[in-house]
């Protein structure tokens, strides 16, 4: 069975940097593309980034780019999400998920971890 599970959330204050960490057991975690999703209050979750699958290729969301970045340790079989340069707006459950193409349409993500809070304060 496969399960995905995020740590690493908090609380911080903006300009501040958090890592979450997705760890995957169950099925053969290098096969898939892993992505990244956020969803705050009242809001549509919204594609943070995803990586592939030997971590040599990530995509991100405009909101986030040039600030967060995806990695991953297949050894370990985790995906990282380190966010700096944080800002109120970034304040959301953020979600890990397992894809098999690339997509930015979480409907095509079938495993999804339970999500971790990051709360930016101003």
């Known amino acids: 069975q496969v399960q995905l599970v995020e740590s690493g959330g908090g609380s911080v204050q903006a300009g501040g940097s958090l890592r979450l960490s997705c760890a995957a057991s169950?099925?053969?975690?290098?096969?898939?593309?892993i992505g990244w999703f956020r969803q705050a209050p009242g809001k549509e979750r919204e594609f943070v980034g995803f990586?592939?699958?030997?971590?040599?290729?990530?995509t991100y969301g405009d909101p986030v780019k040039d600030r967060f970045a995806i990695s991953r340790d297949n050894a370990k079989n985790t995906v990282y999400l380190q966010m700096s340069n944080l800002k109120p707006e970034d304040t959301a459950v953020y979600y890990c998920?397992?894809?098999?193409?690339?997509?930015?349409?979480?409907?095509?993500?079938?495993?999804w971890g339970q999500g971790t809070q990051v709360t930016v304060s101003s």
């Open positions: 990586i592939n699958l030997n971590g040599g290729y990530t």
């Open positions: 169950g099925g053969t975690f290098s096969s898939y593309i």
């Open positions: 998920a397992r894809g098999a193409i690339y997509s930015r349409d979480s409907n095509l993500y079938n495993y």
